[in-house]
């Protein structure tokens, strides 16, 4: 039974939106198996084809979305590292020397022209009040390392920690995408063995109703992987993958800690810092309760 | 329309009031015409919310303790925050003995009878080996004792760095633990449910059923990180409880102490704390009045199926009410 665009909206209004997001992958799925059981009753073979991919799809996406949103949102760190790689600083600050020597000779060539401009409409007093915002300006773009220089230096100014996280978080997170792809592997094959082994029953038998189809269909997938996933190697990858994860949020987000914790302009707190805070008044709530209870028990004697 | 079967659903119809609160924890007090002496104290697991022992009328334990004219009182979580991250399992524990005093306090009592469920249960076993002359009866449902166990969620905790995850997350957040919780049957519990539910779309009873129940299993709240740490470290990894091992306050937990009551409430074929989870706790400890009872049911569906609450419930309710004079 397929539900209205209307009925969808509404539900979406009222149910968890992990139930909206599942039921919605089940009517898919349930679109797929309606398709390969049509097939079967028909007499047709079945083989493992587009629909049961697409079935898998569907499956996994719950499971997979948050590991694919860390391995894609990771991919901004690829474009910090580069802000750190020092081929590319000194590339960049011959770029930012070419562009100050342009500005230098723009510079003088407005000068020249606004001093014989002005030498000629204002009086002399004028003309030297110009000179000195010249000269006092000139300073500034004579020495551009100030100004420009400072921006590929600046990993210098970071303590080297900041660095450290940054590159910790850099490892873990290659080691949990390559995890990540491993897992993917191993439920794909768990998912596709199940399936082959459903389709060879079905070849073998006749499934007129659609639910005892799509009955069998689910218990060759669950009984699949009841078995794989307590296998030594499905185990090794999980903890591989989870540990790595962890490990990359945990580096990554220090990475920006420290970078606004060494940062004398930066006005606030970070999350470790209010952590940090959160165990101090805790324990000290419990050095609290325990002075309390003494008392109490002393009134009482 | 399926929409309209669900609209308006709101779990816990039996009224209760907060009688304490130290948050995040809070002690409510159902209300009822109270016929027993003994009150009942409901410690629920902290990993999700304690309503699903009142999810509606037809499946409501509350109600039939209410019913039985119990005085039923219950411990409430809540939901962790970053201000919670350093809570202890020793707070927990602490709690239970501050509720105990001001249940006793305000009822005249001086005794309760302590039901853990889940991981409640663990909380309630360490309590009652710790305060034995406080505890008239102890029942635990479903109960985590033994955590040597080879369902797959007890697998995979031994295989957690609990560490690494409250390092990196804090607070070990509800999504991260129904992820886990789904991924341990992903076909039965993604596919089969759902595909039962949609062909059972023009059944009122079975659609509010459904989504009674998702509305409790997706309204989780975090754990806080460091009693993450404690209760995969400790009792998954360790198996500290039933060892003899686990410690409050450098009070070792002792089970020799379980001489009260007990009744366990265990569920064949619950896959989160099979029954094997408490069968060593249930015939080493020297209580001498002691009972199981056990459904052919899962986890939840002890609590919430129909033929639960025809054939164990009332047995249960019945053990209780007879200790409660």
């Known amino acids: ?67 694919e949103a860390a391995v894609y949102g990771a991919r901004q760190l690829r474009f910090l590292f580069f802000m750190f790689d020092l081929g590319l600083m000194e590339f960049q600050s011959e770029t930012l020397r070419a562009y100050s020597d342009f500005l230098r000779s723009w510079f003088d060539h407005l000068r020249l022209t606004s001093e014989l401009m002005l030498g000629k409409v204002l009086p002399t007093s004028a003309l030297d009040v110009f000179r000195e915002f010249i000269r006092t300006h000139r300073e500034k773009i004579e020495s551009p390392r100030v100004d420009l220089g400072y921006a590929v230096e600046y990993p210098f100014l970071l303590p080297k920690s900041v660095l450290t996280n940054l590159e910790k978080s850099i490892e873990h997170w290659e080691r949990f995408s390559e995890a990540f792809k491993e897992y993917r592997r191993i439920i794909k094959e768990t998912y596709v063995k199940a399936a082959e082994r459903f389709i060879e029953e079905a070849n073998r038998s006749r499934f007129e109703d659609y639910q005892v189809f799509a009955g069998t269909f689910s218990n060759f997938e669950a009984q699949a992987f009841d078995e794989v996933l307590k296998s030594e190697d499905y185990l090794r990858v999980q903890k591989s993958m989870l540990d790595n994860l962890m490990d990359y949020i945990y580096f990554y987000r220090r990475f920006l800690e420290e970078m606004l914790e060494s940062n004398p302009l930066n006005p606030f707190a970070t999350v470790s810092m209010l952590d940090e805070a959160f165990r101090r008044i805790l324990e000290l709530k419990r050095r609290i309760s325990e002075l309390e209870k003494r008392i109490s028990e002393k009134g009482i004697a | 329309m399926i929409v309209e079967k669900i609209k308006g659903i709101k779990p816990g119809p039996c009224e209760y009031e907060t009688v304490y609160e130290d948050a995040p924890f809070k002690l409510h007090r159902f209300k009822g015409e109270v016929g027993h002496k003994t009150p009942i104290l409901v410690t629920y697991a902290f990993i999700n919310r304690p309503y699903v022992l009142d999810l509606h009328r037809d499946v409501s334990v509350i109600k039939l303790l209410l019913e039985a004219r119990l005085d039923v009182w219950m411990v409430d979580w809540g939901y962790p925050s970053l201000a919670d991250r350093h809570l202890r399992l020793e707070d927990y524990v602490e709690f239970i003995d501050t509720c105990v005093g001001k249940i006793c306090e305000l009822t005249g009592t001086d005794k309760v009878t302590l039901w853990g469920y889940c991981l409640g249960s663990t909380l309630a076993v360490i309590y009652a080996a710790l305060h034995p002359e406080k505890v008239r009866n102890l029942v635990i449902q479903t109960p985590p004792i033994n955590f040597n166990t ?32 789904l991924l341990v049957d992903p076909v039965r519990l993604v596919i089969g449910k759902y595909q039962s539910l949609l062909d059972s779309l023009e059944d009122e009873k079975s659609v509010k059923d459904f989504f009674y129940m998702d509305h409790w299993i997706f309204d989780s709240p975090a754990v806080a990180g460091k009693v993450y740490e404690e209760y995969i470290t ?69 609590t919430v199926s129909r033929s639960s609450h025809a054939k164990i419930w009332p047995e249960a309710i019945k053990w209780v009410v007879e200790r409660s004079d």
Request: glycine share 4%.
């Open chain 1, 1 to 67: 039974m397929a539900l209205s665009r209307d009925e969808l909206i509404e539900l979406f209004r009222e149910a968890p939106k992990e139930s909206f997001e599942l039921l919605l992958r089940n009517l898919k799925i349930r679109e797929h198996l309606r398709v390969l059981h049509a097939k079967h009753v028909s007499g047709l073979k079945l083989s493992y084809d587009a629909n049961f991919d697409s079935i898998f799809e569907e499956f996994f996406r719950f499971f997979f979305r948050p590991l």
């Open chain 2, 234 to 302: 400790r009792w998954y990894h360790r198996n500290e409880v039933i060892e003899g091992k686990f410690t409050v306050g450098g009070r070792k937990v002792d089970l020799n102490q379980i001489r009260m009551p007990l009744l366990v409430l265990a569920a064949a074929k619950d896959h989160i704390t099979p029954p094997e989870s408490v069968l060593p706790f249930f015939e080493s400890v020297p209580s001498q009045d002691k009972k199981m009872l056990l459904s052919d049911k899962g986890h939840i569906g002890l």
């Open chain 2, 150 to 181: 080879q369902n797959t969620l007890a697998v995979w905790a031994r295989n957690v760095d609990p560490e690494k995850v409250s390092r990196a997350l804090f607070n070990v957040t509800g999504d991260f633990l129904n992820v886990a919780f």
